[in-house]
């Protein structure tokens, strides 16, 4: 199979792991994202951040420890012939382990690991595994990931951050962002049971510092304790989503 070897990314998460400097890692990334085709930018963004699917999706590999384990210690056996694993095919075969159902699903996940892994050197096994728990530990949020998008493209941050708060896809915002610049992002409007992603409220050493920030002026309101949700209705149905985009609406059958 063509395309940017995993190989490639591995190498980048080990990079971004090795520096603590945030420029240097926007910098790194935006880098990397250049030297991509259209089609692997998304791909190579979920993998870097350890989120194969975008907050909206209730989509889960539903693989545990036991299981990698037992995977990584068959596929630590000989392997004649390797072949070089790339981002796309790591991708694609995540997406398929998650999409396995029914009877001999099980079966079907861990053959599929098991080839995967046993295509891998120790480095690509451990960004690997470390994908497939979301633990990556490489220092890279999603605010630096937006940030590298922007710069690699020569997006408006503020664009860039607008298009991932009305769609909750990370992954999409860098498509569009690729494939259609500005036009692209623009295009991504709030849509009926699609959550916005909400504001969250960034921190200061103190009430002085805060209002600095925002140029000598704030207004300040309450905090309620309590959930913060969303509620799409259009006519009988509703939905209701949680602050994680997380679809809620079973659980307050009172709303």
């Not at 068959?74 to 392997?79: H, L, M």
């Not at 503020?158 to 610049?181: F, K, S």
């Not at 692209?184 to 849509?191: F, I, K, R, V, Y």
């Amino acid at each position: 199979m063509t395309g940017t070897s995993f190989k490639l990314l591995v190498m980048l998460c080990k990079a971004l792991e090795s520096t603590t400097k945030r420029k240097e890692k926007t910098a790194l990334i935006s880098s990397f994202l250049k030297t991509l085709s259209r089609d692997e930018v998304k791909p190579a963004i979920l993998l870097i951040i350890g989120a194969i699917f975008p907050e909206t999706s209730d989509s889960t590999l539903d693989v545990g420890w036991r299981t990698l384990k037992r995977v990584i210690g068959r596929s630590g056996q000989t392997t004649l012939f390797r072949h070089k694993l790339t981002i796309t095919e790591v991708y694609d075969t995540l997406q398929e382990i998650a999409n396995a159902s029914g009877e001999g699903s099980r079966k079907h996940k861990e053959q599929l690991l098991e080839r995967m892994f046993a295509q891998t050197e120790p480095d690509e096994s451990e960004i690997l595994a470390r994908i497939i728990f979301g633990e990556m530990r490489i220092g890279v949020n999603e605010g630096m990931m937006l940030e590298g998008i922007a710069e690699s493209t020569g997006m408006d941050p503020a664009l860039v951050r607008r298009a991932l708060m009305m769609t909750g896809d990370i992954g999409r915002v860098a498509e569009e962002a690729v494939q259609r610049g500005e036009a692209g992002l623009m295009s991504l409007e709030a849509t009926l049971f699609v959550p916005l992603k909400p504001m969250l409220a960034n921190t200061a050493d103190s009430p002085e510092d805060a209002i600095c920030d925002y140029g000598g002026e704030a207004a300040f309101e309450y905090k309620y304790d309590g959930a913060r949700i969303q509620i799409h209705r259009k006519g009988d149905e509703v939905r209701v989503f949680s602050r994680r985009l997380s679809d809620v609406t079973e659980s307050i059958p009172d709303i």
